[in-house]
C-alpha cells in the first residue's frame, strides 16, 4: 500500500496539512500511522475516510455534525439502531441537497434566458449600448428582459420593458 506524507497526501486532496491534522486531532479520520522518522505517513484508509468528510461538508454538514455521526452508531444499543440514525440524517442531507438542486436548476435557466436573449442582439450596426437597447432585447425577443439583464444593464424601473 502506498503511503504518503502530510504535504503531497493533502496536495491529492486539495486540502492544507494543518486541515488533515486537525481532522485527524478531531478523530475525522484515522490516525496516520508513523514512519521510523516520526513522519505522518497517510495510507488507503485515511484518503478514503478524507474524501468522505469532503462529500459529506460539500453536502452541508458541519465537521461537528460528521463528527456526531461517526460515533452514533458505536453508541447505539444496536448495530441496526445506529444504521438507521445515519439513514435518517444522511435523508434529512439528501433532501436539503435536492433543494439546493433545484434552485441551482433554477439560477441555470435564469442565465440561459439570459444568454439567449443577448444572442438576439443584432448589435444595431456598432451602436453603444444605450436605452434603446433594452426595448429592442424585448421586441426581439417578444417577452420582457429577463431579471438577470435588468440588473446586469442597470435598468431603471421607469426603463424596465
Same mark, same amino acid.
Given at each position: 500500500?502506498?503511503?504518503?506524507?502530510?504535504?503531497?497526501?493533502?496536495?491529492?486532496?486539495?486540502?492544507?496539512?494543518?486541515?488533515?491534522?486537525?481532522?485527524?486531532?478531531?478523530?475525522?479520520?484515522?490516525?496516520?500511522?508513523?514512519?521510523?522518522?516520526?513522519?505522518?505517513?497517510?495510507?488507503?484508509?485515511?484518503?478514503? @475516510?478524507?474524501? +468522505?468528510?469532503?462529500? %459529506?461538508? /460539500? $453536502?452541508?454538514?458541519?465537521?461537528?455534525?460528521?463528527?456526531?455521526? =461517526?460515533? &452514533?452508531?458505536?453508541?447505539?444499543?444496536? @448495530?441496526?439502531? +445506529?444504521?438507521?440514525? %445515519?439513514? /435518517? $440524517?444522511?435523508?434529512?442531507?439528501?433532501?436539503?441537497?435536492?433543494? =439546493?438542486? &433545484?434552485?441551482?436548476?433554477?439560477?441555470?435557466?435564469?442565465?440561459?434566458?439570459?444568454?439567449?436573449?443577448l444572442?438576439?442582439c443584432?448589435?444595431?450596426?456598432?451602436?453603444?449600448?444605450?436605452?434603446?437597447?433594452?426595448?429592442?432585447?424585448?421586441?426581439?425577443?417578444g417577452?420582457?428582459?429577463?431579471d438577470?439583464?435588468?440588473?446586469?444593464?442597470?435598468?431603471?424601473?421607469?426603463?424596465?420593458?
Open positions: 500500500m502506498t503511503q504518503n506524507r502530510i504535504g503531497a497526501f493533502a496536495e491529492t486532496l486539495g486540502l492544507t496539512p494543518r486541515t488533515l491534522r486537525y481532522w485527524e486531532e478531531r478523530g475525522l479520520i484515522p490516525e496516520a500511522e508513523r514512519t521510523p522518522g516520526g513522519f505522518r505517513a497517510y495510507g488507503e484508509a485515511q484518503r478514503r @475516510a478524507a474524501r +468522505g468528510v469532503l462529500a %459529506l461538508k /460539500a $453536502a452541508g454538514l458541519s465537521l461537528e455534525r460528521i463528527r456526531e455521526l =461517526q460515533v &452514533s452508531p458505536h453508541t447505539s444499543s444496536t @448495530a441496526l439502531a +445506529g444504521f438507521e440514525d %445515519l439513514d /435518517a $440524517a444522511l435523508a434529512h442531507q439528501q433532501a436539503a441537497v435536492q433543494q =439546493q438542486l &433545484s434552485r441551482l436548476k433554477t439560477l441555470h435557466d435564469a442565465l440561459a434566458l439570459a444568454r439567449a436573449t444572442g438576439k443584432d448589435g444595431c450596426h456598432g451602436k453603444a449600448l444605450d436605452h434603446e437597447c433594452p426595448p429592442c432585447l424585448t421586441r426581439s425577443t417577452s420582457s428582459l429577463p438577470v439583464l435588468v440588473s446586469l444593464l442597470r435598468i431603471q424601473e421607469e426603463e424596465v420593458p
